[in-house]
């Protein structure tokens, strides 16, 4: 199913969603709504709302509090990544400049306060407000211990495998996690749904960060991020960890590589070619798939629905997406 046909699916649904998330936006500051309108229209692909709403459709149906979480969870991912373009010093996000590079990082954090400050009065006043606020709370607190996991695993260059899980279920699938989870709750959804939900999320989670891995060793330059950007900043992903396995006798020599990479940044091209001549992007692919049929078999749990099968078109989606 493709997007155009889930949203078509979603229908009024998804006007909602986009018609709160604009009036939440509005502050009657003109320079601000001008950054928020910039910010919005060039917000990607909205997937953890599609996910969330999805969800919702699938576990008893589509309510105020379901657009309200959806809205909330797109308002904090681009929250985060006006954060993150500030810590990571980028000076591009999906191909076109960041707030940071245009304006500094003090405005750029501010309008990322600003955005997270309305996604937790888009979860305020909903009915389900008890169970979301502690998903959407230990998300945050997922968020910011991802960062300093990866950090830490930066300066040591010793990320493991298990590392690598911890710090993308923090980083990148708690907010999945979230997003699908509380669309079960918004729904009235039954607690072993709830936790079909949950899983679907995180493995969907999972599966969405590895493929951005894979990107990053120039896979799909064309999805606006600056390919070998984690590399140069002394990131140990899959792709590279898979390499490991495959020639262990050289991981000692690459890892030394990867820890002085910012005084050494032509041994970019010798990490690089090493991850591909020794399977890397084929063990991480291999693990990706892994992910999918685990968000796949979560669904098992659903009722059979146009809902499911666009989740299930969504995880799939994964494999293979370009951008």
């Keep these: 199913m493709t997007r155009d046909a889930i949203i ?15 009036r939440k936006l509005h502050s009657g500051i003109g320079l601000l709504d001008s950054i928020n309108e910039s910010l919005w229209s060039n917000s990607g692909k909205k997937l953890r709302p599609m996910l969330a709403l999805l969800t919702a459709g699938a576990l008893g149906g589509i309510n105020q509090d379901s ?3 959806a809205a909330a969870c797109e308002v904090l991912h681009n ?3 006006l954060h993150d373009d500030v810590a990571d010093k980028s000076a591009t996000r999906r191909g076109k400049p960041t707030l940071a590079a245009l304006m500094g990082p003090g405005n750029a954090v501010l309008v990322g306060d600003y955005w997270l400050s309305k996604a937790v009065e888009l979860i305020l006043g909903t009915r389900h407000q008890n169970d979301a606020i502690p998903l959407f709370s230990r998300t945050l607190s997922d968020l910011a211990e991802g960062e300093m996991i990866q950090l830490e695993k930066a300066a040591s260059a010793d990320t493991t495998e298990q590392d690598y899980l911890k710090i993308v279920c ?3 699938a708690s907010l999945f996690e979230t997003a699908c989870k509380t669309a079960a709750l918004s729904a009235d959804a039954p607690a072993g749904l709830v936790d079909a939900a949950s899983r679907f999320g995180t493995a969907t989670g999972i599966a969405f960060q590895i ?11 064309q999805i606006g991020k600056p390919v070998g950007s984690d590399l140069r900043e002394g990131k140990i992903t899959l792709p590279l960890l898979g390499a490991f396995r495959n020639a262990p006798a050289q991981e000692a020599r690459i890892r030394e590589k990867v820890a002085g990479i910012a005084q050494h940044p032509e041994a970019e091209t ?23 049929r685990e968000a796949i078999d979560a669904l098992d749990a659903f009722p059979e629905s146009e809902y499911k099968s666009a989740l299930e078109s969504l995880a799939r989606y994964n494999a293979i997406r370009t951008v």
């Design 211 to 221: 493929r951005d891995d894979i990107f990053d060793y120039g896979d799909a330059p």
């Design 67 to 69: 657009i309200q979480f």
């Design 170 to 172: 923090c980083k990148t």
């Design 8 to 22: 078509s699916l979603l229908g009024s649904n998804w006007t909602a969603f986009e018609e709160t998330v604009g």
């Design 270 to 292: 010798d990490i690089h070619d090493f991850v591909l001549a020794n399977g890397g992007l084929e063990y991480a692919a291999s693990r990706l798939e892994d992910f999918v």
């Design 79 to 81: 929250a985060t990544l």
